[in-house]
């Protein structure tokens, strides 16, 4: 049983999937820039140095070469036949990104706005970060090219997250903890919004995933379109053909839209998000915007948001810090209206068994947020015949979670890996 998408008056192929979003960043009744005065100068000084940047060769070549030999592109094209054959049904293939640099797909971003922020002549970056993988990556970037770095992280994160914390500052940032609210993801994008205001003049805000003001969720779409364009060429070599699923976890949307991009207008592919479900459904419990969520604006960006009837954010919880944040990238809000994109949603425990069977089956350990595609991947692939090929996008690798996943399956006896 596939979802095959009929050439209907309002397919894909009706549009150009490069004329969106439109210059003042909507996708559609998604995305745009609702922001303070403050902000709108910064934006608009990003905005034209992004354009200014898309159509110069030496940017291009430079941010090749950088992806090369600093972050480790291309990255492989897995076939995972010792899980597939175990789950009896379609091909499992698995797009390596957590073979990059830092960790996760992560880099390519930082790393591209890195060289935009080069351009602009900025020596001083700041991030957010919630688990700490884009923080890493940022400060890593940071190390490579001398600028100052200074990380907002919530300090209920920074406690949770002791170790990513002590690689940042071993690349050289400054991670200043974030004590307002929950303590979490949305406070330090708060205060990095803040810090940006007050020293536009020299610094550059390298945001970690497709959400946000314009021109953000465009722009970091881009930087990881060549997850996806990678992942197409490697299929026509290696299979001579295109898979038939492709399924990634969706947090803010980075990694799966990246993924998504290059096959937006290859309608037989079906394309899957994978949202956490959390302990369960109810209200508070998960991070599935899809599930609950309605059309709002937060940070910046209208799109899909988990709030109460009042319109005050709700709290949200995931095994994995990575997909924990109320908003989905207008992006996939966008798609999903089209039906392009399918949603689905994976909870905790099922998250925890696929991070358990991909690493037994294949000596391969994901990133919990990975897990949350892999689980739905796992479910696809047995109500597929075997000549039905899955692709998930392996995001991010799970050594950084080794920890979490130890105490959650009650493991004891761990080394004490709190640094404070
Ligand atoms: C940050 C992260 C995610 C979630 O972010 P997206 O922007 O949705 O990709 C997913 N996987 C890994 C490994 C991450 O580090």
Redesign the pocket.
């Known amino acids: 049983m596939t979802t095959r998408f009929s050439n209907s008056a309002t397919s894909t192929t009706a549009f150009d999937r490069f004329s969106i979003p439109d210059d003042q960043g909507r996708f559609g009744p998604y995305g745009g820039s609702y922001v303070p005065e403050t902000l709108c100068h910064p934006l608009r000084e990003l905005t034209e140095a992004y354009a200014d940047a898309q159509k110069d060769p030496q940017f291009e070549k430079e941010l090749k070469s950088m992806l090369k030999s600093f972050a480790g592109r291309p990255t492989a094209l897995y076939y995972a036949e010792r899980l597939s054959k175990q789950i009896g049904g379609a091909r499992i293939f698995l797009k390596r990104?957590?073979l990059l640099h830092t960790?996760?797909?992560?880099i390519n971003n930082a790393l591209g706005q890195a060289l935009l922020a080069k351009r602009m002549g900025k020596k001083r970056i700041i991030a957010e970060t919630?688990?700490g993988?884009?923080g890493i990556a940022t400060a890593s970037v940071c190390a490579r090219f001398g600028f100052e770095c200074v990380i907002y992280m919530g300090a209920e994160d920074m406690r949770r997250q002791a170790l990513n914390v002590f690689r940042m500052k071993l690349s050289g940032a400054e991670v200043r903890g974030v004590e307002a609210g929950s303590k979490t993801l949305k406070e330090a994008i708060n205060e990095a919004m803040r810090d940006w205001v007050t020293n536009v003049r020299n610094t550059h805000y390298i945001l970690?995933?497709?959400?946000g003001a314009h021109p953000y969720p465009g722009m970091?779409r881009d930087f990881?379109r060549i997850i996806g364009e990678e992942t197409k060429k490697q299929f026509l070599k290696q299979e001579g053909r295109l898979p038939d699923e492709m399924i990634?976890?969706?947090?803010?949307?980075?990694?799966?839209?990246?993924f998504f991009f290059d096959f937006l207008e290859d309608l037989d592919v079906r394309l899957v998000g994978v949202e956490a479900g959390g302990r369960s459904l109810d209200e508070g419990e998960h991070a599935a915007r899809f599930e609950g969520g309605k059309l709002g604006i937060l940070q910046g960006c209208k799109t899909w948001i988990l709030q109460n009837k009042d319109g005050q954010i709700n709290q949200t919880h995931s095994v994995?810090a990575?997909?924990d944040y109320a908003a989905i990238?207008p992006e996939h809000a966008f798609y999903r209206d089209r039906g392009r994109i399918d949603f689905a949603n994976a909870g905790d425990a099922d998250a925890l068994e696929a991070f358990k069977m991909l690493s037994s089956e294949e000596g391969i350990l994901?990133?919990?947020?990975?897990a949350h595609g892999l689980a739905y991947a796992f479910k696809r692939a047995a109500e597929l015949p075997q000549d039905h090929i899955i692709c998930v996008n392996l995001?991010?690798?799970g050594d950084k979670d080794a920890v979490e996943a130890a105490r959650v399956m009650g493991v004891r006896d761990l080394p004490d890996m709190s640094l404070s």
């Open positions: 990104e957590d960790g996760a797909h992560k919630g688990a993988q884009h970690g995933s497709a959400l970091v990881h990634a976890c969706v947090g803010g949307g980075s990694n799966a839209i990246g994995s990575g997909l990238g994901p990133a919990l947020e990975t995001s991010g690798r």
